[in-house]
């Protein structure tokens, strides 16, 4: 357990649907990471908060999807209108400025279905 | 645009054997990670390493990094059965001071008895 805790787990969701996920940093880390692994692939990068702004949206960030991170602490991921493309495990990542080796570190995901 | 390549994509081997995992990459970075992940887990943190020549080992696992030939391998001595996972190295680049990291495709190693 890295300290990065995320919710839910897993969620299945019918095609259309609007879905939210949430990540909680641990707790003194400034700088908050989403990704995206579909199977068989590495992690990509979706966007980066540092407190609570939004810094860098990838290309994979469509108009459906929206980050917030609005008071610095948690982080809300959610997809509007979701896509069988959007099945996928997303995964949260937090560091902290000022650590020689920038590490992030993990949670344990949420798992995407959609029908 | 960074790119990172993994060799191999699949790895299968048996018990007591050594066994090295390359990860190459396009442009410049002096920070490179090692990261494994079991099957439906997250990613767990195995290696950093921050400089050229740099030589890190935990247990049966060894990482290096070569700045200049942008190439890191992961040595694994002596395989055992726990050790069969998906390895990952990912490569920092820095946006805004802060870094994102570019992941390779993953090694799928599979240690036999």
């Known amino acids: 357990d890295t300290g990065v805790s995320q919710n839910p787990r897993h969620k299945i969701t019918k095609r259309g649907q609007n879905v939210t996920f949430r990540c909680d940093p641990i707790s003194e880390h400034n700088r908050l990471y989403w990704y995206r692994q579909t199977l068989g692939q590495g992690p990509e990068f979706l966007t980066y908060?540092?407190?609570?702004?939004?810094?860098?949206k990838s290309r994979l960030l469509s108009d459906r999807f929206s980050a917030e991170r609005p008071k610095g602490s948690f982080s809300t991921l959610e997809i509007q209108r979701t896509e069988q493309g959007d099945s996928a495990m997303y995964l949260c990542?937090?560091?902290?400025?000022?650590?020689?080796?920038?590490?992030?570190?993990f949670g344990p995901g949420t798992r995407l279905t959609v029908l | 645009e960074l790119k990172v390549e993994q060799n191999p994509l699949f790895l299968s081997m048996q018990e007591g054997k050594n066994y090295t995992i390359y990860c190459n990459y396009s442009t410049t970075s002096d920070r490179l990670y090692w990261y494994r992940q079991d099957p439906g887990k997250s990613l767990e943190s195995l290696f950093v390493l921050l400089s050229n020549g740099a030589v890190k080992q935990e247990g049966r696992l060894m990482a290096s990094l070569d700045t200049k030939a942008r190439l890191s391998t992961l040595h694994i001595t002596a395989a055992v059965h726990d050790l069969s996972a998906t390895y990952f190295c990912a490569v920092e680049r820095l946006i805004q001071g802060a870094q994102k990291l570019v992941f390779g495709q993953g090694t799928r190693l599979t240690i036999n008895p």
């Open positions: 908060f540092q407190n609570e702004a939004q810094l860098e």
């Open positions: 990542a937090s560091s902290l400025t000022g650590i020689v080796n920038n590490e992030q570190f």
